[in-house]
C-alpha cells in the first residue's frame, strides 16, 4: 500500500496537481490539454506487473471513457475500451477489441448511432382543388431531444382555416393547442389574366385563308395576350361576406347651402404676411380666377401706410369667412387727396413666383421619350411644386416637344391648353392640378352630377346674356412631325359640321387628340352666360372654374359650368361692418327652341 501525507496545509493551486515519485519509480503518465479531470495510480512489482486507469471527461467530444489494460512477463495482452460520445453524432457508440498475443487476435466491434438525419415520418396529403386541402403531417424524431410533434392543417381556400398543433418534448410533458377560425382580411387584388370582353367576340383575319397542308400547324392556335393589370378591393369574408359591403368613397355629393327665412352672419377678413406672420389689416380686396388664367388675380386696400410698407413685394395669406387665398403684392400704388390718402396694390397668385421676373425664360426640348405629366414634372423640377393630374396620360416621343423663352407658369400653361386642359392651383399645398377645361361637356349635364346648388335664397343678383359661337359637331386635329392625324365628332351626330382645324406639337397620342378636340367641341355652339352673386358661407364655399353648377331660380332649373369667379370683401370705415360677396361666371349650351 502506498501512503500519501501532506505535511503542510492546502493552498490553492492550479489543477492538476502533479505528485513526483523519486528514485527509480517511472515518472506518471503525460496529461493531455484535454478539458476534464485525469486521475493516476502506478505501482510496480520486481514481476513488472503494471496497471494502468485514466478516467477522463473531455468537453470535446462530451463523452466519458474507460480504459484498462495490463500487461505480463510472458507478452499477454488484453485490452477493453468502451466509448460513448454525443454531440454531433446524437448517437452510441461502444467498441470491444481483445487481443490475446500477436499471432492471435479477436476484434469486435458494436456501432449504434442515430442522427438527424435518422427518423421515422408519415406524410397524408389530400388535396380535390387548389383552394381546399387537408395536410396532416406526423414525425417522430428520436434524437436527445425526444421530442414528438403533430400537426393537422385545414385550408379551405383564402377565406376560412384551422391550424391544431401538438408537442410533446423530452421529459417536460405538455400540450399546446392552436385553433384559429376567421374570414380573410380585406385586400386589393391585382391581376393581368385574359379578361373576356362582354358580349358577342369578333374575329376579324387580315390574312387570306389557307388551306392546311402537312406541313401546315393543325390545329390553329388563336392566343390572348395578357390584359393590362388592373386591380379591385376585396372587402373580406368568405362565400357570405363576413363585414357589411361598404359603398365606396369617391361618389360626389353636392354641396347645397340650406334653405332658410334668414341667414344671420359675421363676415370675417384677415391677412397676414406669409415670410414671418405679421399682421397686414386691409379696407378691401378682390380676387378672381377663370379658366384661361394659369394664377388668379387681385388687388387689395391697406388702411394704413405702414400695411402696405409691409405687404410690398409680400406674399400674402388672406382668410375670408375661414377660406385661405394667396396673393402676391407685385404693383404698389399711393392715391392722395386734401384730408385722406389711400395705399393699394396688385398682384397675381402664388403660381406667379414660377413666372418673370422671378424666373428666367428658357429654351426646352425633350431629349428623351416621356409621358405628358412627366414633362410638366421636368418642367417646375426643384421649385417645390407638384403636379397632380386628372387627365388621361399619353407618351410624348423624343424631340416631339419644344417651346423658346418661356418660363416655367407659362410653359406648363401652354402644355396644358394644347390638349384642352387647364390648371387648378392649390396655393396651401404648391400643387398644380391637371383637369379639362370642361370636366362636364355642356351637351351631357343633364346626366352628371353637379358639385354645387344654388337657390334663390342665396342668390343676391342674376343676370343672363347670349352668346353667339359657331357650330360644330366636329373636328380635325393632328400634330406635326411624330403627330397623329385624327378626326373626332360628338356621339350621336353626324359629324358633319367641322370646326377649324387644330394642329399643336403635343399631339402625339389619340389620347391627346381626344382631349384636345373635347375641348374644341365644347366651347363650338351659342352659350348662355349666367352671372350670379351670393355669399360666401360655411355651406357655400368659393365657387371655382370648372365646377358644375345648378342653379334653382323660381321654377327654372339648370346646370352650367363655371367659367369664372370673383371673391370681394371690403370693410366700412364708419361702422366696421364687413361685407363678404362672391360673383360666379356660369356658361352653358343654348337650348334650341
Not at 493531455?32 to 503494471?50: F, L, Q
Not at 392546311?212 to 372587402?235: H, K, Q
Not at 362565400?239 to 344671420?264: C, G, H, M, W
Amino acid at each position: 500500500m502506498v501512503i500519501i501525507r501532506f505535511s503542510r496545509p492546502y493552498a490553492s493551486r492550479l489543477s492538476p496537481i502533479v505528485i513526483r515519485f523519486g528514485g527509480d519509480i517511472e515518472p506518471p503518465l503525460p496529461i493531455d490539454n484535454s478539458i476534464g479531470i485525469e486521475y493516476g495510480m502506478v505501482w510496480r512489482k520486481p514481476i513488472a506487473v503494471e496497471t494502468q486507469t485514466v478516467l477522463a471527461e473531455a468537453a470535446s467530444h462530451i463523452g466519458i471513457q474507460f480504459d484498462v489494460s495490463w500487461t505480463l512477463n510472458n507478452g499477454t495482452e488484453q485490452t477493453i475500451i468502451a466509448g460513448w460520445a454525443s454531440k454531433a453524432s446524437e448517437g452510441i457508440s461502444y467498441g470491444l477489441s481483445w487481443k490475446v498475443l500477436p499471432q492471435t487476435r479477436n476484434d469486435f466491434a458494436i456501432s449504434w448511432a442515430l442522427p438527424t438525419s435518422h427518423q421515422t415520418s408519415i406524410d397524408i396529403l389530400w388535396k380535390t382543388t387548389i383552394s381546399h386541402q387537408t395536410d396532416t403531417v406526423m414525425r417522430w424524431l428520436d434524437v436527445a431531444a425526444e421530442r414528438l410533434s403533430v400537426s393537422v392543417i385545414w385550408h379551405d381556400g383564402a377565406a376560412q382555416h384551422i391550424q391544431h398543433t401538438l408537442r410533446y418534448k423530452g421529459m417536460r410533458c405538455g400540450t399546446e393547442h392552436l385553433l384559429k377560425w376567421a374570414p380573410h382580411a380585406a385586400r386589393w387584388i391585382c391581376s393581368t389574366k385574359y379578361r373576356p370582353p362582354v358580349g358577342v367576340v369578333s374575329i376579324r383575319f387580315n390574312d387570306p385563308f389557307t388551306p392546311l397542308t402537312s406541313a401546315a400547324v393543325n390545329p390553329i392556335i388563336i392566343r390572348f395576350t395578357p390584359s393590362p393589370e388592373y386591380c379591385y378591393f376585396d372587402d373580406g369574408g368568405g362565400l357570405i361576406d363576413a363585414n357589411p359591403v361598404l359603398p365606396t368613397i369617391d361618389f360626389k355629393i353636392p354641396i347645397e347651402p340650406q334653405i332658410r327665412r334668414s341667414y344671420l352672419m359675421q363676415p370675417q377678413i384677415s391677412c397676414v404676411r406669409v415670410s414671418d406672420g405679421a399682421v397686414v389689416v386691409l379696407k378691401s380686396v378682390s380676387i378672381s380666377r377663370s379658366r384661361g388664367q394659369w394664377a388668379s388675380s387681385g388687388s387689395l386696400t391697406f388702411s394704413s401706410r405702414i400695411d402696405a410698407l409691409r405687404a410690398a413685394d409680400e406674399l400674402l395669406k388672406i382668410t375670408i369667412n375661414g377660406y385661405d387665398l394667396y396673393l402676391l403684392c407685385e404693383s404698389s400704388s399711393e392715391t392722395r387727396a386734401f384730408g385722406s390718402a389711400s395705399y393699394s396694390t396688385s398682384g397675381r397668385g402664388r403660381l406667379a413666383l414660377l413666372s418673370a421676373p422671378y424666373q428666367k425664360s428658357i429654351n426646352y426640348m425633350n431629349t428623351v421619350s416621356r409621358s405628358f405629366i412627366g414633362l410638366m414634372s421636368d418642367v417646375i423640377v426643384n421649385t417645390g411644386w407638384t403636379i397632380v393630374s386628372e387627365i388621361t396620360d399619353f407618351t410624348v416621343p423624343a424631340n416631339a416637344f419644344s417651346y423658346a423663352a418661356k418660363t416655367p407658369a407659362e410653359a406648363i400653361s401652354l402644355m396644358a391648353s394644347a390638349v384642352g386642359a387647364m390648371l387648378d392651383i392649390d396655393d396651401e399645398t404648391q400643387t398644380i392640378t391637371v383637369i379639362p377645361q370642361w370636366p362636364t361637356v355642356p351637351w351631357d349635364t343633364e346626366s352628371a352630377v353637379p358639385d354645387v346648388i344654388i337657390h334663390d335664397s342665396v342668390i343676391l343678383d342674376f343676370s343672363e346674356r347670349r352668346e353667339i359661337r359657331p357650330d360644330a359637331n366636329a373636328v380635325f386635329v393632328r400634330g406635326e412631325q411624330q403627330g397623329v392625324a385624327a378626326k373626332v365628332k360628338r356621339s350621336g351626330t353626324a359629324g358633319d359640321n367641322f370646326a377649324a382645324d387644330i394642329v399643336d406639337k403635343l399631339i402625339t397620342d389619340n389620347q391627346a387628340a381626344r382631349m384636345r378636340a373635347t375641348a374644341e367641341l365644347s366651347n363650338a355652339g351659342n352659350k348662355v352666360q349666367s352671372v350670379i352673386r351670393t355669399k360666401v358661407m360655411a355651406d357655400l364655399p368659393p365657387i371655382r372654374p370648372g365646377m358644375l353648377v345648378v342653379v334653382r331660380k323660381g321654377v327654372d332649373v339648370f346646370k352650367s359650368v363655371c367659367d369664372s369667379f370673383t371673391i370681394t370683401a371690403s370693410v366700412n370705415e364708419s361702422t366696421g361692418v364687413v361685407s363678404v360677396n362672391q360673383t360666379v361666371t356660369l356658361l352653358r349650351n343654348e337650348v334650341a327652341a
